[in-house]
């Protein structure tokens, strides 16, 4: 079996599936038990969304989740249609559309695997999780986006975008770090009733890391660069559409959103947007000479 098909089959499960699960998880909404508190194990008061498929997760998180599924619904499957379309074209614009795109469904399955209290569609969030990564390492490490580089054009603004990656990486960096850190020895209010920092982790341990070093590689006008800044800022962008779908969804569920937040967030996404359309606007499908 060719490569390619074995991709595109990837793609339509991950396509087949996250519909389904984002679909139950974004519209199941009976009552179940709504706003059920109790006291975690860490000392904190902790309010239960009560409904649906996440009754079991806090009013935050399962906002959050509810916003990461209507993202997934109405911007991450569309796009993974519409760039599996281009790539199978042989449009180099198609296939980076594409990895990007299966990044985020990466992170966004990986994040739900260890992340959501347990329920019955834990077994295809585990799939999910597997499928894009297949699907991320097939694409990332193919022959058309080896030769990323020789498809810009000139006035790409390379120096520009591979600061702004940088100044992602470590602001997403001192975030987190300014949640961690004053609470080192004793669990954040964050944690609510879950066992870990899923996010953060994964934030600081590929995204901060990724960004950083990609930013990097761009300025310095490396081929890696090509590939690696335009994957993070593709999953930037659904990244931080789910987070302003999640504080609209924690605002609509009474928990209080900073001004801060209100404001930095939607910024970032327009940023995110407007450097996604310098990458495409600046990328050619005939190699540059």
């Known amino acids: 079996m060719k490569i390619k098909t074995i991709n595109t089959l990837l793609v339509v499960l991950i396509i087949i599936l996250s519909f389904i699960v984002a679909g139950y998880g974004f519209f199941s909404n009976e009552n179940i038990g709504e706003f059920e508190t109790f006291q975690a194990i860490n000392g904190e008061t902790v309010t239960l969304y009560g409904k649906g498929l996440y009754y079991k997760d806090s009013i935050a998180m399962a906002s959050q989740a509810r916003a990461q599924d209507f993202v997934t619904l109405v911007f991450g499957i569309p796009l993974l249609i519409f760039s599996l379309i281009l790539a199978n074209k042989s449009s180099i614009r198609g296939k980076l559309l594409l990895t990007g795109t299966i990044g985020y469904f990466l992170y966004t399955y990986v994040s739900y695997s260890f992340l959501t209290m347990y329920n019955q569609f834990f077994l295809i969030y585990v799939l999910l999780m597997s499928l894009s ?3 991320f ?15 810009f054009n000139q ?3 390379r120096k520009y975008v591979g600061i702004f990656n940088i100044i992602i990486g470590i602001g997403i960096c001192l975030l987190w ?11 954040p209010a964050v944690l609510e009733h879950y066992t870990t920092l899923v996010i953060q982790a994964l934030d600081l341990g590929f995204i901060v890391p990724a960004a950083i070093l990609s930013g990097m590689l761009l300025i310095k006008n ?30 609509f569920s009474g928990v209080n959103i900073s001004i801060v937040e209100t404001i930095i967030f939607p910024l970032f996404a327009i940023i995110l947007m407007t450097n996604l359309y ?8 005939d190699k540059e000479k």
């Open 133 to 135: 990564f297949f699907a």
């Open 137 to 151: 390492l097939i694409n990332i490490t193919s022959n058309e986006l080896k030769e990323l580089k020789n498809h």
């Open 155 to 157: 006035k790409f603004p």
């Open 177 to 187: 770090l300014g949640v961690i850190l004053p609470s080192i020895e004793k669990a």
């Open 222 to 251: 490396k081929s890696l660069g090509y590939l690696f800044a335009p994957v993070i800022i593709i999953k930037g962008v659904t990244l931080i559409l789910a987070i302003v779908m999640m504080l609209i969804f924690m605002a």
């Open 278 to 285: 310098l990458i495409i606007k600046n990328l050619n499908e």
